[in-house]
């Protein structure tokens, strides 16, 4: 049913500007650019489908299909997921046509590099801790729990760039074009990964607590 | 007669108003309509069956089980139709269409096309392209063409021209013979007068009665009297309103006797204004 579900979120929810956002992954082959920006805008691409999903009624008509209301909070977290898993390996992409193509150190925080993809799951999980579970207290409402999350995203973005500058192990292993400390990035990519997985759960846990107390009207 | 639904003391309370411990059941093959004025609680209730509330309290059975234990069994046997909803205004049907049959495991799409052949329904249109009628008639042929057992009906009338709500109340009657079991909340009564076979008024929460149309409209006459009539502030008349040419209110047939008033019998409609005037 979890299948059916995100196909219905691909044809009916997806928003044409979350496409653009995904392409956005791109902004890695800017010189000297804050990348981790570039994962807060597939964010934006989240919030205009949760503003089109409200717009549409798409809880009221996906609560009328026969699945479970928990099942609701799921898919729109999987698909979530899903989009920035893509991002994710975009970006993978991405950094390795910047090594190819401009093999040069960013002035504006984490080099295209392994840890930046790190940085990515530590972002995307810190969006998902403050968005979603205050977004399916109430559905109707996507503007406060999105600048929430977003000022949070942008606090740890800055932090990055002060980061790169200010503490030695981030500037001397961590911010450095690969594949110099690779063990290093890996291990970062992988505790990313495993905050990110963590948040993920916590965040379904929450908003489907909060949901199954809701009521659609 | 198989009974389809069974709800027990529902209870869902909110800052001023209360659904106050509300119990009916619908029996197979039945036309049952859910009347009250706006803000009675009729939508309440249905959302509640529907899972879309959680209610404070109450037992929920639809053909004896459970909603909170079968929500997805008992979803894919159930119809909702809402004449307030349009869902996903700018994709064509089509896709709609495509999405929601997946979901149903008796999804009959020779009967979804024959829907749509009978309600003139085009699938290359989107619902922003589609009149408030045709978006009933939409969300009708979806829930016809899983093969629905129960359709429920919010307000599938309000808003519709007269020609389209006849339409409608057509095809109800249809899918009644057709053995479909269809709960019907309007506050169009006229609509009910010539579909329903049951009743459902429900007024500030409470409901008030649940029978058969007929027993329910034979319970009551409709007294037309002056302010010089005897009897004219007789305590057994209920609802006492203002009309051209005097008074009117109900009084509840085992009285009409007791009473020297010309009365005559009343329709749902007059029924339903006077019992709201009374409360």
Same mark, same amino acid.
């Given at each position: 049913?979890?299948?059916?579900? #995100?196909k219905k979120e691909w044809a009916l929810c997806m928003h044409p500007a979350a496409w653009i956002?995904?392409? =956005? *992954? ?19 691409g989240?919030f205009f489908i949760s503003m089109g999903a409200r717009e549409n009624h798409d809880v009221m008509f996906t609560m009328t299909l ?10 729109r977290? #999987? ?7 893509? *991002?994710? =390996?975009? *970006? ?47 559905v109707s409402?996507i ?12 606090? =740890? ?32 990519? =992988? ?15 929450? *908003? ?8 659609i009207r | /007669? ?28 039945? +036309? ?11 939508t ?8 879309l ?9 639809? @053909?004896? /089980? ?13 119809g909702f139709v809402s004449a307030g909803m349009s869902f996903y205004t700018k994709q064509k049907l089509r896709k709609i269409t495509a999405i929601t049959r997946s979901f149903?495991?008796? @999804?009959?799409?020779?009967?979804y096309q024959?829907c749509l052949k009978v309600f003139s329904l085009d699938e290359n249109k989107t619902p922003e392209m589609l009149s408030n009628g045709m978006k009933i008639k939409y969300m009708l042929a979806l829930a016809l063409s ?7 009906l919010d307000e599938p009338t309000s808003g519709l021209d007269?020609v389209s709500r006849?339409e409608l109340? &057509?095809i ?36 008030? $009665? ?6 329910? +409209? ?5 007294? &037309? ?19 051209? &040419?005097?008074?009117? $209110? ?15 019998? $009343?329709?749902?409609?007059?029924? /339903? ?7």
């Amino acid at each position: 049913m979890l299948g059916k579900l #995100l196909k219905k979120e691909w044809a009916l929810c997806m928003h044409p500007a979350a496409w653009i956002m995904l392409g =956005l *992954s791109t902004l890695i082959l800017i010189p000297n650019y804050p990348y981790g920006v570039s994962f807060f805008y597939v964010m934006l691409g989240i919030f205009f489908i949760s503003m089109g999903a409200r717009e549409n009624h798409d809880v009221m008509f996906t609560m009328t299909l026969p699945i479970g209301k928990r099942e609701v909070v799921t898919a729109r977290i #999987l698909f979530a997921v899903e989009l920035e898993l893509i *991002s994710l =390996l975009l *970006s993978a992409c991405m950094i390795l046509l910047h090594g190819k193509l401009l093999n040069a150190p960013n002035g504006a925080g984490m080099d295209a590099n392994l840890a930046l993809l790190g940085e990515g799951f530590i972002l995307y999980g810190v969006f998902h801790l403050l968005f979603f579970p205050a977004h399916f207290r109430d559905v109707s409402r996507i503007g406060l729990p999105f600048v929430a999350a977003s000022i949070a995203v942008f606090v =740890l973005i800055t932090l990055d760039v002060v980061l790169s500058y200010a503490l030695p192990f981030w500037r001397d292993v961590l911010d450095t074009p690969d594949p110099s400390n690779g063990k290093t990035k890996l291990v970062f990519l =992988l505790v990313g990964a495993a905050f990110y997985a963590f948040s993920t759960l916590l965040s379904l846990h929450l *908003s489907q607590k909060r949901f199954l107390k809701l009521d659609i009207r | /007669m198989n009974t389809i639904l069974d709800v027990t003391d529902l209870v869902k309370v909110y800052p001023g108003f209360t659904l106050d411990h509300v119990s009916f059941s619908l029996e197979e093959g039945k +036309i049952t309509g859910f009347i009250g004025r706006n803000g009675a609680g009729k939508t309440t209730t249905l959302h509640s069956l529907l899972s879309l509330l959680t209610p404070d309290g109450g037992e929920i059975r639809f @053909w004896g /089980m459970d909603i909170r234990e079968h929500e997805q069994e008992i979803k894919q046997r159930i119809g909702f139709v809402s004449a307030g909803m349009s869902f996903y205004t700018k994709q064509k049907l089509r896709k709609i269409t495509a999405i929601t049959r997946s979901f149903y495991d008796n @999804w009959d799409g020779a009967k979804y096309q024959s829907c749509l052949k009978v309600f003139s329904l085009d699938e290359n249109k989107t619902p922003e392209m589609l009149s408030n009628g045709m978006k009933i008639k939409y969300m009708l042929a979806l829930a016809l063409s899983h093969n629905a057992d129960l359709l429920i009906l919010d307000e599938p009338t309000s808003g519709l021209d007269p020609v389209s709500r006849e339409e409608l109340t &057509e095809i109800f009657l249809q899918l009644s013979e057709e053995g479909k079991t269809i709960l019907f909340s309007t506050h169009i009564t006229s609509d009910l007068d010539k579909t329903a076979d049951n009743i459902l008024y429900i007024a500030g929460g409470k409901l008030r $009665a649940a029978c058969s149309l007929k027993e329910f +409209i034979a319970s009551y006459l409709l007294a &037309e009297y002056t302010k010089d009539d005897a009897d004219a502030a007789s305590p057994l008349l209920i609802g006492v309103r203002r009309s051209k &040419e005097g008074f009117t $209110a109900l009084v509840r047939t085992e009285d009409a006797g007791k009473l020297s008033l010309p009365t005559r019998t $009343a329709n749902l409609e007059e029924i /339903m204004v006077h019992l709201e005037k009374e409360a």
